[in-house]
């Protein structure tokens, strides 16, 4: 399981965040590994005393190794095979049989399980959690692979592995199993603490285990080191993005991106209704269009330096929302799958070079109904057929896919949703400044 981390972490997602060298680690460390038989037949304290030592030992060449690419700006990785959290779980879930009866883990008090304070505790600790009866039968399988291996002529081969005596105390007692797990579960000072479902296969547990440590990391090189900026700004027609997104991206001194989609149709072919079927003439193909824009968007994004911060309008997250409106009825869910997968390919991509936030503009119908005759020009960009009815269906459809697609791509910390029916300069600054200080705080 180790490896399989270690080794998915080295060859995909470090290389895209430029994170550095990934380590393997295990308590007790390979320095140490010489002397670890003779603590173990010595048994009692002095074995539990070898392998409280060894969580120290791992501190100081963590440490060391660390001090030695101190030149490095990138950030290492450790991934360590138990530590001190499995030595505090495994030596109060064994009963010692000259002791008192087990008590309940759930009456223990916090501060047995609280990590020490000259220890370093780890950013993220991974608990693999497995029912009784899986543990058993991989306890009995190991047993018997180790008997294969090793059997010097004796008919029956041990219940458990000849190597690890904790295989042996495991399969006698089913309850030892289940009081170290909820040792593990009552650990104080990781960071972060993640269940991972351990019956399933080998690899189903890995990828498990490396989209929850991908997501950690990705919250560690945010802090370590702040990576710009995308601002998203999305919203239905008249919601305000683009003045908005202009005097924002001034306030910050960023770059503006305006919509793709109004910067490459063609508005002097625009028809009314014609945003329905693909670019607004009513000629083009909705899957061509929604091709085209996609492609587009995505050469925006490569072409802005990576240092970059900038407001970008509508976005992926809202053509999307588009492609799905003029997809709405035609009950093709491998388009809709197809569509999505290549909106959540391009996000995914961008999210390797800058923080993605998203201001959702909420408008409603009879607001977008004013803006259009307050603005002639808002009409002229989207015209319409039936304006009523049309500005009822685009707030109603585009608000509520607009926040699906953003609870699912991007994360919630990530996310602000304003309400922006007000009309008016002093409105419009308020929503900027609120926008800027939402922004700063995610810095």
């Given at each position: 399981?180790?490896?399989?981390?270690?080794?998915?972490?080295?060859?995909?997602?470090?290389?895209?965040?430029?994170?550095?060298?990934?380590h393997i680690c295990a308590?007790?460390?390979?320095?140490?590994?010489?002397?670890?038989?003779?603590?173990?037949?010595?048994?009692?304290?002095?074995?539990?005393?070898?392998?409280?030592?060894?969580?120290?030992?791992?501190?100081?060449?963590?440490?060391?190794?660390?001090?030695?690419?101190?030149?490095?700006?990138?950030?290492?990785?450790?991934?360590?095979?138990?530590?001190?959290?499995?030595?505090?779980?495994?030596?109060?879930?064994?009963?010692?049989?000259?002791?008192?009866?087990?008590?309940?883990?759930?009456?223990?008090?916090?501060?047995?399980?609280?990590?020490?304070?000259?220890?370093?505790?780890?950013?993220?600790?991974?608990?693999?959690?497995?029912?009784?009866?899986?543990?058993?039968?991989?306890?009995?399988?190991?047993?018997?692979?180790?008997?294969?291996?090793?059997?010097?002529?004796?008919?029956?081969?041990?219940?458990?592995?000849?190597?690890?005596?904790?295989?042996?105390?495991?399969?006698?007692?089913?309850?030892?199993?289940?009081?170290?797990?909820?040792?593990?579960h009552r650990s104080i000072?990781?960071?972060?603490?993640?269940?991972?479902?351990?019956?399933?296969?080998?690899?189903?547990?890995?990828?498990?285990?490396?989209?929850?440590?991908?997501?950690?990391?990705?919250?560690?090189?945010?802090?370590?080191?702040?990576?710009?900026?995308?601002?998203?700004?999305?919203?239905?027609?008249?919601?305000?993005?683009?003045?908005?997104?202009?005097?924002?991206?001034?306030?910050?001194?960023?770059?503006?991106?305006?919509?793709?989609?109004?910067?490459?149709?063609?508005?002097?072919?625009?028809?009314?209704?014609?945003?329905?079927?693909?670019?607004?003439?009513?000629?083009?193909?909705?899957?061509?269009?929604?091709?085209f824009v996609n492609e587009?968007?995505?050469?925006?994004?490569?072409?802005?330096?990576?240092?970059?911060?900038?407001?970008?309008?509508?976005?992926?997250?809202?053509?999307?929302?588009?492609?799905?409106?003029?997809?709405?009825?035609?009950?093709?869910?491998?388009?809709?799958?197809?569509?999505?997968?290549?909106?959540?390919?391009?996000?995914?991509?961008?999210?390797?070079?800058?923080?993605?936030?998203?201001?959702?503009?909420?408008?409603?119908?009879?607001?977008?109904?004013?803006?259009?005759?307050?603005?002639?020009?808002?009409?002229?960009?989207?015209?319409?057929?039936?304006?009523?009815?049309?500005?009822?269906?685009?707030?109603?459809?585009?608000?509520?896919?607009?926040?699906?697609?953003?609870?699912?791509?991007?994360?919630?910390?990530?996310?602000?949703?304003?309400?922006?029916?007000?009309?008016?300069?002093?409105?419009?600054?308020?929503?900027?400044?609120?926008?800027?200080?939402?922004?700063?705080?995610?810095?």
């Amino acid at each position: 399981m180790v490896r399989r981390l270690a080794n998915e972490l080295s060859s995909t997602t470090t290389k895209s965040i430029g994170i550095g060298q990934v380590h393997i680690c295990a308590t007790p460390t390979a320095s140490i590994s010489n002397v670890r038989p003779v603590f173990d037949k010595a048994g009692g304290s002095i074995a539990r005393a070898f392998y409280m030592c060894s969580n120290y030992i791992l501190q100081y060449e963590i440490r060391k190794a660390c001090k030695q690419r101190c030149n490095d700006e990138k950030i290492s990785i450790f991934i360590v095979d138990r530590w001190y959290s499995s030595t505090c779980a495994y030596t109060i879930g064994y009963k010692n049989t000259n002791g008192p009866p087990k008590e309940s883990i759930d009456l223990l008090p916090d501060s047995l399980f609280k990590w020490p304070r000259d220890l370093s505790p780890p950013d993220l600790m991974l608990i693999l959690d497995v029912d009784d009866d899986v543990r058993i039968k991989r306890v009995s399988d190991r047993a018997d692979r180790s008997s294969t291996t090793q059997n010097t002529g004796i008919e029956d081969p041990p219940k458990a592995s000849r190597n690890n005596p904790w295989d042996e105390r495991l399969s006698n007692d089913i309850e030892l199993g289940q009081r170290i797990i909820s040792a593990h579960h009552r650990s104080i000072g990781p960071l972060c603490i993640k269940k991972v479902d351990a019956n399933k296969t080998p690899d189903e547990v890995a990828r498990n285990a490396l989209d929850i440590t991908t997501t950690q990391l990705m919250d560690k090189v945010r802090a370590s080191f702040p990576m710009p900026m995308t601002v998203v700004l999305t919203g239905s027609h008249c919601s305000g993005k683009t003045s908005l997104g202009k005097i924002l991206a001034g306030y910050l001194g960023w770059r503006f991106d305006p919509e793709i989609g109004d910067i490459k149709r063609d508005k002097d072919s625009l028809v009314a209704g014609g945003h329905l079927s693909g670019d607004g003439s009513g000629s083009k193909d909705g899957d061509d269009w929604d091709t085209f824009v996609n492609e587009k968007e995505c050469e925006r994004d490569s072409s802005c330096p990576t240092s970059c911060n900038r407001v970008v309008e509508t976005w992926h997250i809202g053509n999307l929302a588009w492609a799905l409106l003029r997809l709405n009825g035609s009950q093709s869910d491998e388009k809709e799958t197809m569509l999505k997968a290549r909106a959540h390919q391009a996000i995914q991509k961008e999210m390797k070079h800058r923080n993605v936030v998203c201001v959702h503009f909420q408008t409603s119908a009879e607001t977008t109904i004013r803006r259009r005759q307050n603005q002639p020009n808002n009409a002229l960009r989207l015209p319409m057929k039936d304006e009523k009815e049309e500005c009822v269906n685009l707030c109603t459809f585009l608000d509520q896919q607009v926040v699906d697609l953003l609870n699912e791509h991007i994360q919630k910390k990530f996310i602000l949703v304003l309400n922006n029916d007000e009309d008016g300069e002093e409105a419009m600054g308020q929503k900027v400044r609120e926008i800027a200080s939402y922004v700063d705080n995610l810095k």
